[in-house]
Structures are given as structure tokens and as C-alpha cells.
């Protein structure tokens, strides 16, 4: 049989890459005759770099030191691949765990800009930004000030750094501001949030950055003030991704903001490795009805029916019964007994998952898969 593994991370557990992994040695140690092809996945967020470096072995990967969210240096990686596009992950630049304590007023994306400074410098023609796991709430004005931007107070000074300072912003000066590759900018989103109000950026992942309420107020105010100013569309589905990275980069830079999961997928060549393929397995932390908006599995769903290939899903935890075509579906917590077995050791019971799925596969064009789906210990 051929079988590509192609999950998601395991937020807090695993990565794709190690979660496919796992899941392949556990399906070869029932079937080592058969042809597994790994191909981890990501939606945007952390990850991304690596579903990249995974699918496309052809890219270089190089690292830059820039400005991390509280202006310690950090060591980025991005990919460049042979057609000129090059791939940035917003975390490994601006990512929360990068701060020694949340900062939410003060952490800003100056290292997001810097890296993409750095691809254009090497010859990138086009990029493609994975925003997800910020540390800031800044509307992007820090990766576009490390692109020459320049916003000013009232009485001509450079503001400082971070998303609260936009609440004295009086001048924005786009003059210096370098251009935009000809290859376009593309941000990957996971998240369909607008830049301000109570689904916006401040408000509903402020509080994950450290923001209390009287932060996320201010914070939220300070956007909206910069939104008035920089004009644009605040309201777009995605402008509050990354603290609100993606309304910054779409309204000053020209960038595109595209749902991550589906252009990761087909960045990865998702569908040409289904093409021929008996059986696709993939997996996440936890399954629920969100899984089908937006995310790598439902992403994986759609690309995988439209090609007829059955879908077995692993899961930290399921939570809803998962749609056509799955036709198996395991839950980690359900085999390991509890939450805390399962997230004591993933692996084990991500390659307990794989060859117990391999387990109910008879020869080639014999896939022995129950009708429906099935939950817990098949």
C-alpha cells in the first residue's frame, strides 16, 4: 500500500514532523512492506518552517539574527526555495516564548521585518509569512518600521517600539518604506479574527500575551487610533492574526492574507502526494468542530475527498465524530487510559495509534476499514 502521513502538530506535545514519524513507525511495524511517505503539515502557526523543510527538500534554509519581541537577539531561520520565494515563521522571530516575561504593551515585531529584509537582501522574489504564536499586539508596526517605515507623536519623535506607543501616533511616513517583492507577500492565518473589537486582536489574544483588561482596552484603542491613519480594511477576516500583523502588512505592504492550512497544503504539494495513495493518515491535539474550519485537518479532508483517498484520523482528543472521508478515527487519551498518560508519553501511543490502524488494512485494494468511524481502541 502506499500511505502518507500528514498530520498537523500536537500543540504542547509534538511536532508534525515528530508526530508523523510516529505515527509511520507504529504503522511499519505492522506492514514494513508498505510505502509510507511522511508529510507534516502546519496552519500558519508554529510549525510552518518545518512543514516546509519537511515537504521541500530543495529549500536552503538559512538563519538571521535579528531583534527578538523584547529586542534580545535571536537567531530566525527561513527557507528560500528554488523559485525564489522565500518562507518566514513569525515565531521564530516575534514568538511569545521568546520573551523571558510577557510584555504586552511593549513586545513588537521588529525581527519579523528585519528577516524579511534579509530574504530580499538574498534575492527573494516573493514571501510567504506564517503569522501565528506572536508575542505583541502591535499591528505589524514593528515588522514594517525594520522595512523603513516611520511613525511619529505629535512633535516629530519616533514612537517607540510595541503596540500601546500607536496611541500617539500623529505621523505615518511610508517614504522610506521598501517596496514589496514583484512574487507578492502571502500571509498564512489561521484565525479569521478582525484587527479591532471584541473578536479583535487585543481582545481575544491579548489576554494569552499577558494583557489584563485594562491592557487589552488600551491595546485595543491604540489599534484602532493606528487603523485611522493607516486606512485600509480593519474588518477584514484575518487582520487581527498575529496582534494584528496581518492588517499592517495587508494595508501598508500589499500583502495577501490567505487561510494558512490550505496554501500550506498546497505549498507542500498535498495533492500531488495523494495522487495514487490508498489511504492518507493525519492528526491533531484535539478534534472538534472547529478541525473543519480552516485548520490542517479539514484542509486535509477537502483535498483528500476530492481525490477519493480514505482518511484515518489520529487524536490527543476527540471531540466530534469526524465527517467523510474519514473512515477510522483513534483517540490518544482514550488509549493511554487518561489525559495525563497520553501527554506523558505521545510517541508511544501516536505508534500505538499507527499500528492499530495498520492492523485493520488487508492487502492492497482489500483496505479492511470498518464502515464508520471509530473512536477509542479499534
Known sequence: MRVVVAPDSFKGSLTADDAARALADGWLARRPDDDVRLLPLADGGEGTLDAFAAARPD?????TTVPGPDGRPVDAAWL?????????????????????????????TYGLGAVAAAALDAGATGLVVGLGGSASTDGGTGALRALGLRLRDGRGRDLPLGGAALVD??????????????GGVRLLVDVTAPLTGPTGAAA??????????ADVSAL?????????????DPGQPGAGAAGGTGYGLATLWGARIVPGAAAVAELAGLAGALTGADLVLTGEGRFDETSLRGKVVGALLDTAAAGGVPVGVVAGQLAAAPPAPV???LSLVELAGSVASALADPRRWLREAGGRLAARVGSVG?????PGPLRGTI
Open 204 to 213: 481575544v489574544f491579548g489576554p494569552q500575551k499577558g494583557a489584563g483588561p
Open 59 to 63: 529549500a536552503v534554509c538559512r538563519t
Open 327 to 329: 473512515t477510522a478515527a
Open 169 to 182: 501616533l500623529a505621523d505615518l511616513d511610508c517614504g522610506a518604506l521598501r517596496a514589496a517583492p514583484s
Open 220 to 232: 485595543d484603542a491604540a489599534l484602532r487610533h493606528f487603523a485611522t491613519l493607516a486606512g485600509g
Open 366 to 370: 482489500q483496505i479492511g476499514w470498518p
Open 80 to 108: 528560500l526555495l528554488p523559485d525564489g520565494t522565500a518562507v518566514l515563521e513569525l515565531a521564530r522571530s516575534s514568538g511569545l516564548p521568546l520573551l523571558r516575561a510577557p510584555d504586552p504593551g511593549h513586545a513588537h
